[in-house]
């Protein structure tokens, strides 16, 4: 149990264009998504925190226009790169906090998407 | 505000000796959780151990275990008797308590271990 998914788990794209990123709670739903970035050979870094129905709440230097999170259901959060440039290039990971039924303080992460703008 | 350090950056040892991964850590809440990750180079994160505050037991799991120690806010992992497959990059994470629904993970730098054959 407690599986979270991503889609794609990988992406090229070419500078300007716009990337949607896909996070879903595979068997649990999902009250709170959050969104990671972690650069090569680098740690996590938290970029926002979105609660189903509500607006994300961004981190510290984390563009809200160019990182647009919805998290329409309780079991799918999406993240969208928007006018991507290079600088971007990334690996994104999402990680899902049950709402119900499983500890509370538990985050279950997803495989990651590794996007690469050219 | 919360802080994690993992001094050591890269770690390399033999197939089969006892490697230990410090973890020191900073805050102020009084209730919070620590925890390490595995990251594999597919990239995926894996959960090994969540630890709140006011349980100081060190606990063994298999060849892993942990030594929290709030007096000197350390909560260092262990492996013993390394194997190939231990080799990965490992973090350390701290949580405060859950308000209102958001629970933030602040990882640490991570430590890059690799154990050779």
């Known amino acids: 149990g407690a599986v979270v998914s991503q889609h794609p788990s990988w992406v090229i794209c070419k500078s300007g264009t716009s990337v949607k990123i896909e996070c879903r709670s595979l068997d649990f739903q999902a009250t709170t998504m959050f969104w990671y970035r972690q650069f090569p050979k680098q740690s996590l870094m938290l970029m926002a925190t979105s609660n189903e129905g509500s607006k994300a709440t961004y981190e510290q230097g984390v563009e809200k226009d160019k990182f647009l999170i919805n998290h329409a259901s309780l079991t799918l959060s999406t993240l969208t790169v928007t006018s991507a440039h290079p600088e971007d290039s990334s690996f994104y990971i999402c990680?899902?906090?049950?709402?119900?039924?499983?500890?509370?303080?538990?985050?279950?992460f997803g495989p990651g998407t590794r996007l690469t703008v050219t | 505000a919360q802080k994690v350090t993992q001094a050591q950056t890269e770690i390399s040892v033999v197939e089969k000796e006892d490697v230990t991964l410090d973890c020191v850590y900073e805050t102020r809440d009084t209730t919070y959780y620590l925890f390490w990750y595995k990251q594999p180079p597919s990239g995926e994160l894996v959960f090994l151990i969540r630890r709140n505050s006011f349980d100081e037991q060190n606990e063994i799991s298999g060849r892993y275990s942990w030594n929290f120690q709030k007096s000197t806010s350390s909560f260092n992992f262990t492996i013993t008797a390394s194997q190939v497959v231990d080799s990965a990059v490992y973090f350390c994470?701290?949580?405060?308590?859950?308000?209102?629904?958001?629970?933030?993970?602040?990882f640490g730098q991570g430590t890059r271990l690799t154990i050779n054959p």
């Open positions: 994470a701290l949580s405060g308590l859950i308000i209102q629904g958001a629970q933030k993970l602040v």
């Open positions: 990680s899902a906090r049950p709402q119900t039924g499983l500890s509370s303080y538990e985050q279950y």
